[in-house]
Structures are given as structure tokens and as C-alpha cells.
């Protein structure tokens, strides 16, 4: 709605009222642009109903494309035809009578009584009435008389507010309309409270402002009378009770900060706000611009109530799915009520293990909304991504659904798109991909903690083959880049199952290796006809063999019975290419963020190496990010995006963190936090620390850097303490740009 448009105001009004759970909705001023934004983001709007005739009213919700409608006409209320009853698309208090009626809950509120207040149209407090106590559309607008709906299923009664006489704290005492369309509807724990002391809204009841303002407030369930001072009197009786019924309701709250009766205004002069309450105890809060930044008033998740179901797990299209029933519905399923909608938030425990490559946790960027429901669903506009859980738009006549996994590949290239890049897996990053799938999952590649094996593929190349005493000298010795390490560092490191106190070994190691595929077993035979040497898989090998260089058959019989030793060379993707020794520090930091960033509820997200091309208007060049690490987090937090840069030895160059930093600061602050990992297996050097130092400013602390001393412990900053006098936990991105700044930086406070 338009500023000062009151008749949409009031319509606003009526039409959340007629809805179960309206008391909920926010009331937008489109004309307040950054206000509308904060509001739109803070109540995690699922649509928007325009209500006005301007252009600017009707075009607002186009600001908005990733909420699309999902009702037929793009409508809340249809009044029906001549052939069609009345119909609303959500649920509504006609439903939540016809579910309540047989319920015990229903048989107190009636013994209670239902009370309607009414009012005189020309009463100078008629639009706090209003806000304060419910009304409905008329019939004649929506096609139901929802009036008259509750006196027949109420037995109500209807009372009369004189504008000479005080308000009567029976308005607070009986079940009404505004009781009605919050029934039943309790906070979720997903959203953590911010301000929320009950209390008075203390404004002026010919000021739209002050009334959408107490509004939104009570629609973030603080309970609010709003109070004119204009019209003191009327409140003489109103204010002590209302008061003493706050009072009562906070009483056993557990903090005494949470045990606060309060003050609201949008006046600057708070002392002479607070007069009307005389010698009251009353903390003040006062609303200004910032107030719906999520850091201050939060809106709470309202739902029914939750139930656990067990998901069947299936496969389709190469893609995991999970099918599961719906709990018992909390509203009437009558056909009368087939076309109305709500939200059934599902949020899934556990996770896909064994598939790195796929996920049901998606992070909260409701942009992604249409991908999103795309991917994992089936109708486009059927699907709202919410804090730590994903919304479908059900029907009441639902009862089961379904949804796949999400690509984790898909999710990267649409995160930087909003960077406006294009992002494709690279040949690096395939490479990186296969050997981490060889090794079991990122997890497998904490055998590259060791100095040894790193040291075992850089010596011997994909054409090169040893022995294993050869490759038993490599691990077990000294690495000559890290002169100070030794395998007994590592003899308590969990590789593969082995006897509870038995230590690792490079035996073990080297037959761990060879298990997962790494190494390939063979011989080396000699070709008679032409001296060369050659090495012959066992897959194949056989006592006539033909040399693969001159094309001679012989019998290799004679060599095979007098070799002592079989021989061993790279495989797979390690074999094949002689740049996959870049993979190896890649998967080594990828494994030490999941240990570090491990959670049990939410689901991580990785990808090796993408190249990043930039769209048509996008500033900068085609680049190569090491890795990608995505970390969902639960509003209002912002979720993480982890930049990666990768070497064995180095050097990190200016321009690759360069590169890193166009990209961080390309992607939307609104939505995302960004970090940049620079990770080498040897020290950085002073001009490394001071391009790296470039990633931070007075606001962010960004740059996170870690040598073999943080990746090679199981945890990442065990060996920093001896080492450069630095603890740190590294349980959280913070936690590991702070340790950064202690260690290279020089400067161990906190940002601003």
C-alpha cells in the first residue's frame, strides 16, 4: 500500500483477519523502498498481495520476482459465480471454525464467551479499533460473510465501544476477532527472539504511520495496546489492565531482562511519552529505521505444531529423492476448503552420507527460490526456501510429498551467478572430484596429512615405477621440505579400521593407498628383442607378453619366477595426468574445513576447482578458484561462502588474491559472508602475508591461512600454540580469519 492511503490500511486489516494466521502479515509502505525491503526480508514473505490502485502498488511485487504467486488469478479471495460457491486460496477463520467446533478447545472458548466489539465509523480511535480488535471484508467483497460466520458458530455476542465512555477492559478479557486469526499458532524455535517486551504502542490514531507501525510490531507477536494520548480518558480503565495482564504473562519468564512490560513509540521524546503511564516501571523502546534490520524486532516462525515422518528413500533421474506422508493436518480437510493453501516447512535430520554431491540442506537465499523448487520439486512456484527447513505450498487435500536431493554442483553455479559469473567445473577440479571419490569422501584424504605420501607422488611421476621398499623408505623418512615433521606424528592417525592401541605404520599406509586405487601393482619385465624395460599391469599380465614399445611377443616366464619384488606406479586420475599433484593440497584442505566445520544438522557444501567466466557487464577477467565451501546458516545469520587458493610449495601470487577478492566482493552482502583461504603446504612469505592482508578492511575480517602446521594435526590449530604462542578452536570460519589476524597480522583485537 501507499503512505497515507488509509483505505488500504483498513482493507489490509480485514483482509488478515479474515485469514488463519493474518494477525501475522506485515503491512508494506511501497513508498518507503529501504523500509519495504527490511520488512519483506525480516517476515520472510512468502507473496504479496497489493492492495491500491497506483501503478506503484501493483508494479511492487515485480521488485520481488524470486516470490512468485503461486494462486490461480493471482489472488487471495474469489467471490465465485453462478456456478461457483466463494473461495479463499489460504487457509481462513471459516476454516478454523469447521475445525474447531468438535474440539475441546473450542467448548472453552465458547463457555468463555465470544465477544465482537463494534464502533462508530466517525470515532476518532475507530482505526486503532480496528488494528487492536479485527473486523472483516464485507460479503460483498469476498463473497462470505465471515461476521456472520462467527456469531452462528460462536454464539457470540456483539458490544458496543461509546466514544464518551473509557474502553472497557472487557476488550481484553474475551475471545474476538483478532484472538481468532492467530488460534491455535505458537512460535517456532528457529528464529531466536530479538525484542519482544509486551506492553503499549504509544501514537496517534490519525497518523498511518504510528498504525502500520504497531501493526507490524504485534504482527512480530508482541502483544501491543496501541494508546492515543490525544484521548487519554478513554484509557483510564484499559491501561492498569492491560498492564497487570502483561505483567502476569511475563511473571515466570526465566531472564529478568525477558520479564519487561515496555513502552513503543516512534517519538524522539520518550520521557513525555511515557507520562500517560504515571509512576509505572516501564522500559522504553523506541522504533526507528533500523529496527527491522534482524538485529533488533525479529519475526518469529508461526506454525501449527510439528510431527517427525520417516522419509522413503528412493533414486530418480541419477538424483536422490525422498518421499514422506504429511502429519495430521491441524485444519479441517472438507472439499468445501480443497482450494486453500498453506506452508508445510519440512527440514530433514541426517544427511546423504556417502554422496558429497548432492544435499537436501539448502542455504537460505530466497533469490534461489524458482531453482530451488525447479531441482527439487516439480511445481515451479510450489516451493519457498526457509530458515534451516524448505517450505511447500500444499494443498489441504494433500496428504504425501516428495523432493530431491539438491545438485551441489548447480547450487555453486547459480551462487555465482548472482557474482555474475559463470561457473563450470574445471579439468583441476575434476581431477580433485575423482581422486576424493577414490578415497572414499573428503574425508579419506586425511592420509594426505602425512609428509610421506605427499612426498610418494611427488618423487615418482605417472610414467614412474618403484617398489614397495622403496615406497615404505619415502613415507616412513623425513620429508625433506618439512625437515621437523616425522611419521610417528601421525601414528595415531585413523586411516582405515585397525586394533584398539595398534599404531599406524607406513606398511599400513602404503596398503591403504593401494586399496583405494591410488597405486596400481605390476612387474617390470625386460623385452629381449629390444632391452627396454616395461611395466605390466597385473590385470594383465600373462607369461606371453608383448612389449609395448617394439611390439615383440615373448614369455615372460622366466622373469616372473625370479622377481622378488612387484612394482608400483600412480592409477586413476593420478596416473593419467601429470598436473594432479595440484589435487592433492586441494583435498587435504578440504578435508580439514569439514573436520573443523563439521555439524550434524546442517549440511556443508563443497566443490574443487571452478573456473569463473564473467557475464556480459561484469568487470574482470576469466579465473580459477581452488575450491568452494558453502556453509547454510539459520536467519538472520548470512550464509558462507569460502573462497579457496591452493599450492604445495607456492608461490600465492598478488594477482590470484586479487582474483579472490573481485570475486568475494562480487557476490550480494544481503545474502552472503564471505571468506578467502589461501593454503599451502609450505611457509608463506612476507609478501604473500602482506598481498593476504589485502583481503580484510576495518569492517571484515576475511583472510584465513593455513600452512602444514594447520593441516597436517586433526585439529587445525593444535600445533599453533607450541609453535607461535596462537590457541584457537577453528570450529568456525570467525574463529579462523581471527587466528589469522593473531598470527600473520599483528593485531589480535577485534574489527569494529
Given at each position: 500500500?501507499?503512505?497515507?492511503?488509509?483505505?488500504?490500511?483498513?482493507?489490509?486489516?480485514?483482509?488478515?483477519?479474515?485469514?488463519?494466521?493474518?494477525?501475522?502479515?506485515?503491512?508494506?509502505?511501497?513508498?518507503?523502498?529501504?523500509?519495504?525491503?527490511r520488512?519483506?526480508?525480516?517476515?520472510?514473505?512468502?507473496?504479496?498481495?497489493?492492495?491500491?490502485?497506483?501503478?506503484?502498488?501493483?508494479?511492487?511485487?515485480?521488485?520481488?520476482?524470486?516470490?512468485?504467486?503461486p494462486?490461480?488469478?493471482d489472488?487471495?479471495?474469489?467471490?465465485?459465480?453462478e456456478?461457483?460457491?466463494?473461495?479463499v486460496?489460504?487457509?481462513?477463520?471459516?476454516?478454523?471454525l469447521?475445525?474447531?467446533?468438535?474440539?475441546?478447545?473450542?467448548?472453552?472458548?465458547?463457555?468463555k464467551?465470544?465477544?465482537?466489539?463494534?464502533?462508530?465509523?466517525?470515532?476518532?480511535?475507530a482505526?486503532?479499533?480496528?488494528?487492536?480488535?479485527?473486523?472483516?471484508?464485507?460479503?460483498?467483497e469476498?463473497?462470505?460473510?465471515?461476521?456472520?460466520?462467527?456469531?452462528?458458530?460462536?454464539?457470540?455476542?456483539?458490544?458496543?465501544?461509546?466514544?464518551?465512555?473509557?474502553?472497557?477492559?472487557?476488550t481484553?478479557?474475551?475471545?474476538?476477532?483478532?484472538?481468532?486469526?492467530?488460534h491455535?499458532?505458537?512460535?517456532h524455535?528457529?528464529?531466536?527472539s530479538g525484542?519482544?517486551?509486551p506492553?503499549?504502542?504509544?501514537?496517534?490514531?490519525?497518523?498511518?504511520?504510528?498504525?502500520?507501525?504497531?501493526?507490524?510490531?504485534?504482527?512480530?507477536?508482541?502483544?501491543?495496546?496501541?494508546?492515543?494520548?490525544?484521548?487519554?480518558?478513554?484509557?483510564?480503565?484499559l491501561?492498569?489492565a492491560?498492564e497487570?495482564?502483561?505483567?502476569?504473562?511475563?511473571?515466570?519468564?526465566?531472564?529478568e531482562?525477558?520479564?519487561?512490560?515496555?513502552?513503543?513509540?516512534?517519538?524522539?521524546?520518550?520521557?513525555?511519552v511515557?507520562?500517560?503511564?504515571?509512576?509505572?516501571?516501564?522500559?522504553?523502546?523506541?522504533?526507528?529505521?533500523?529496527i527491522?534490520?534482524?538485529?533488533?524486532v525479529?519475526?518469529?516462525?508461526?506454525?501449527?505444531?510439528?510431527?517427525?515422518?520417516?522419509?522413503?528413500?528412493?533414486?530418480?533421474g541419477?538424483?536422490?529423492?525422498?518421499?514422506?506422508?504429511?502429519?495430521?493436518k491441524p485444519?479441517?480437510?472438507?472439499?468445501w476448503?480443497y482450494?486453500?493453501h498453506?506452508?508445510?516447512?519440512?527440514?530433514?535430520?541426517g544427511?546423504?552420507?556417502g554422496?558429497?554431491q548432492h544435499?537436501?540442506?539448502?542455504?537460505?537465499?530466497?533469490?534461489?527460490?524458482?531453482?530451488?523448487?525447479?531441482?527439487?520439486?516439480?511445481?515451479?512456484?510450489?516451493?519457498?526456501?526457509?530458515?534451516?527447513?524448505?517450505?511447500?505450498?500444499?494443498?489441504?487435500?494433500?496428504?504425501?510429498?516428495?523432493l530431491?536431493?539438491?545438485?551441489v554442483?548447480?547450487?555453486?553455479e547459480r551462487?555465482?551467478?548472482?557474482?555474475?559469473?559463470e561457473?563450470?567445473l574445471?579439468?583441476?577440479g575434476?581431477?580433485?572430484r575423482?581422486?576424493?571419490a577414490?578415497?572414499?569422501?573428503?574425508?579419506?584424504?586425511?592420509?594426505?596429512k602425512?609428509?610421506?605420501?605427499?612426498?610418494?607422488?611427488?618423487?615418482?611421476?605417472p610414467g614412474?615405477?618403484?617398489?614397495k621398499?622403496?615406497?615404505?623408505?619415502?613415507?616412513?623418512?623425513?620429508?625433506?621440505?618439512?625437515?621437523?615433521?616425522?611419521?610417528?606424528?601421525?601414528?595415531?592417525?585413523h586411516?582405515?579400521?585397525r586394533?584398539?592401541?595398534?599404531k599406524?605404520?607406513a606398511?599400513?599406509?602404503?596398503?591403504h593407498?593401494?586399496?583405494?586405487?591410488?597405486?596400481?601393482?605390476?612387474?617390470?619385465?625386460?623385452?629381449?628383442?629390444?632391452?627396454?624395460?616395461?611395466?605390466?599391469?597385473?590385470?594383465?599380465?600373462?607369461?606371453r607378453?608383448?612389449?609395448?614399445?617394439c611390439?615383440?611377443?615373448?614369455?615372460?616366464?622366466?622373469?616372473?619366477?625370479?622377481?622378488?619384488?612387484?612394482?608400483?606406479?600412480?592409477?586413476?586420475?593420478l596416473?593419467?595426468?601429470?598436473?594432479?599433484?595440484?589435487?592433492v593440497?586441494?583435498?587435504?584442505?578440504?578435508?580439514?574445513?569439514?573436520?573443523?566445520?563439521?555439524s550434524?544438522?546442517?549440511?556443508?557444501m563443497?566443490?574443487?576447482?571452478?573456473?569463473?567466466?564473467?557475464k556480459?557487464g561484469?568487470?574482470?577477467?576469466?579465473c580459477?578458484?581452488?575450491?568452494?565451501?558453502?556453509?547454510?546458516?539459520?536467519?538472520?545469520?548470512?550464509?558462507?561462502?569460502?573462497?579457496?587458493?591452493?599450492?604445495?610449495?607456492?608461490?600465492?601470487?598478488?594477482?590470484?588474491?586479487a582474483?579472490?577478492?573481485?570475486?568475494?566482493?562480487?557476490?550480494?552482502r544481503?545474502?552472503?559472508?564471505?571468506?578467502?583461504?589461501?593454503?599451502?603446504l609450505?611457509?608463506?612469505?612476507?609478501?604473500e602475508?602482506?598481498?593476504a592482508?589485502t583481503?580484510?578492511?576495518?569492517?571484515?575480517?576475511r583472510?584465513?591461512?593455513?600452512?602444514?602446521?594447520?593441516?597436517?594435526?586433526?585439529?587445525?590449530y593444535?600445533w599453533?600454540?607450541a609453535?607461535?604462542?596462537?590457541e584457537?578452536?577453528?570450529?568456525?570460519?570467525?574463529?579462523?580469519?581471527?587466528a589469522?589476524?593473531?598470527?600473520?597480522?599483528?593485531?589480535?583485537?577485534?574489527?569494529?
Amino acid at each position: 500500500m501507499r503512505a497515507g492511503d488509509f483505505n488500504a490500511f483498513r482493507r489490509a486489516v480485514r483482509y488478515s483477519c479474515a485469514l488463519w494466521g493474518g494477525r501475522f502479515n506485515p503491512i508494506v509502505i511501497v513508498d518507503r523502498e529501504e523500509e519495504a525491503n527490511r520488512l519483506i526480508d525480516l517476515f520472510r514473505v512468502d507473496a504479496i498481495l497489493s492492495i491500491g490502485e497506483t501503478d506503484e502498488v501493483k508494479n511492487f511485487p515485480k521488485k520481488y520476482p524470486y516470490l512468485i504467486d503461486p494462486f490461480f488469478h493471482d489472488a487471495i479471495f474469489a467471490k465465485g459465480g453462478e456456478h461457483e460457491h466463494p473461495y479463499v486460496q489460504v487457509l481462513d477463520v471459516h476454516n478454523a471454525l469447521a475445525h474447531l467446533r468438535d474440539r475441546p478447545e473450542w467448548k472453552s472458548i465458547m463457555d468463555k464467551g465470544v465477544r465482537l466489539f463494534t464502533w462508530q465509523p466517525d470515532d476518532p480511535l475507530a482505526d486503532v479499533f480496528l488494528a487492536q480488535l479485527g473486523g472483516y471484508p464485507s460479503a460483498d467483497e469476498v463473497g462470505t460473510d465471515y461476521r456472520a460466520l462467527l456469531l452462528e458458530a460462536s454464539e457470540g455476542t456483539e458490544h458496543g465501544l461509546d466514544p464518551s465512555a473509557p474502553i472497557s477492559p472487557d476488550t481484553i478479557e474475551y475471545p474476538g476477532i483478532s484472538y481468532l486469526a492467530r488460534h491455535g499458532l505458537r512460535r517456532h524455535y528457529n528464529i531466536n527472539s530479538g525484542w519482544n517486551s509486551p506492553g503499549f504502542f504509544v501514537g496517534s490514531a490519525t497518523n498511518l504511520d504510528d498504525l502500520v507501525c504497531h501493526w507490524n510490531l504485534r504482527a512480530c507477536d508482541i502483544p501491543l495496546w496501541f494508546v492515543d494520548p490525544q484521548h487519554l480518558g478513554r484509557y483510564t480503565a484499559l491501561i492498569p489492565a492491560w498492564e497487570k495482564a502483561m505483567r502476569e504473562r511475563v511473571a515466570n519468564y526465566r531472564h529478568e531482562w525477558d520479564r519487561q512490560v515496555a513502552v513503543w513509540t516512534q517519538q524522539e521524546d520518550l520521557d513525555d511519552v511515557c507520562k500517560p503511564f504515571g509512576g509505572a516501571k516501564l522500559s522504553r523502546c523506541r522504533v526507528s529505521d533500523g529496527i527491522w534490520n534482524g538485529r533488533n524486532v525479529r519475526a518469529p516462525t508461526m506454525h501449527f505444531g510439528q510431527a517427525s515422518v520417516l522419509g522413503v528413500m528412493g533414486s530418480e533421474g541419477g538424483k536422490p529423492k525422498v518421499s514422506f506422508a504429511l502429519s495430521e493436518k491441524p485444519f479441517h480437510g472438507d472439499t468445501w476448503f480443497y482450494q486453500q493453501h498453506l506452508v508445510a516447512s519440512v527440514s530433514f535430520i541426517g544427511g546423504l552420507y556417502g554422496d558429497e554431491q548432492h544435499t537436501f540442506h539448502a542455504p537460505y537465499v530466497p533469490e534461489l527460490n524458482e531453482f530451488y523448487a525447479r531441482t527439487m520439486h516439480f511445481h515451479y512456484d510450489r516451493l519457498r526456501v526457509e530458515p534451516e527447513r524448505l517450505g511447500l505450498v500444499i494443498d489441504v487435500a494433500d496428504h504425501d510429498s516428495f523432493l530431491y536431493a539438491l545438485p551441489v554442483g548447480d547450487l555453486m553455479e547459480r551462487v555465482f551467478g548472482m557474482a555474475g559469473y559463470e561457473a563450470k567445473l574445471s579439468s583441476a577440479g575434476l581431477i580433485a572430484r575423482q581422486l576424493i571419490a577414490r578415497l572414499g569422501g573428503v574425508q579419506g584424504a586425511r592420509v594426505f596429512k602425512i609428509p610421506g605420501v605427499r612426498r610418494l607422488l611427488k618423487t615418482h611421476g605417472p610414467g614412474a615405477s618403484f617398489t614397495k621398499k622403496a615406497a615404505l623408505q619415502i613415507i616412513g623418512s623425513k620429508d625433506p621440505d618439512h625437515p621437523d615433521a616425522k611419521f610417528s606424528d601421525h601414528e595415531d592417525l585413523h586411516v582405515e579400521p585397525r586394533a584398539r592401541g595398534e599404531k599406524l605404520t607406513a606398511d599400513a599406509v602404503f596398503g591403504h593407498l593401494v586399496e583405494k586405487g591410488l597405486f596400481r601393482i605390476g612387474a617390470e619385465l625386460t623385452c629381449p628383442a629390444c632391452r627396454m624395460n616395461t611395466w605390466t599391469p597385473l590385470d594383465t599380465l600373462k607369461q606371453r607378453v608383448v612389449c609395448d614399445l617394439c611390439g615383440h611377443e615373448h614369455d615372460a616366464t622366466r622373469q616372473l619366477t625370479d622377481c622378488n619384488e612387484w612394482h608400483y606406479r600412480r592409477s586413476g586420475v593420478l596416473g593419467a595426468e601429470k598436473n594432479a599433484q595440484g589435487a592433492v593440497p586441494v583435498s587435504l584442505t578440504l578435508q580439514q574445513l569439514d573436520t573443523s566445520f563439521h555439524s550434524g544438522l546442517h549440511g556443508n557444501m563443497y566443490s574443487p576447482s571452478l573456473e569463473l567466466t564473467p557475464k556480459e557487464g561484469t568487470e574482470g577477467a576469466p579465473c580459477e578458484v581452488d575450491f568452494v565451501w558453502i556453509i547454510p546458516r539459520a536467519y538472520p545469520r548470512k550464509t558462507v561462502v569460502i573462497l579457496g587458493e591452493c599450492k604445495d610449495q607456492g608461490p600465492i601470487t598478488a594477482e590470484d588474491i586479487a582474483n579472490l577478492k573481485r570475486i568475494a566482493d562480487a557476490l550480494p552482502r544481503k545474502r552472503f559472508k564471505t571468506f578467502v583461504v589461501l593454503s599451502q603446504l609450505a611457509p608463506f612469505s612476507d609478501e604473500e602475508i602482506k598481498n593476504a592482508k589485502t583481503l580484510n578492511d576495518e569492517y571484515r575480517r576475511r583472510a584465513i591461512m593455513l600452512t602444514a602446521r594447520e593441516l597436517e594435526p586433526y585439529f587445525i590449530y593444535e600445533w599453533t600454540k607450541a609453535e607461535v604462542g596462537v590457541e584457537g578452536r577453528g570450529g568456525t570460519p570467525e574463529d579462523m580469519a581471527d587466528a589469522t589476524e593473531k598470527i600473520y597480522f599483528g593485531n589480535g583485537d577485534d574489527p569494529h
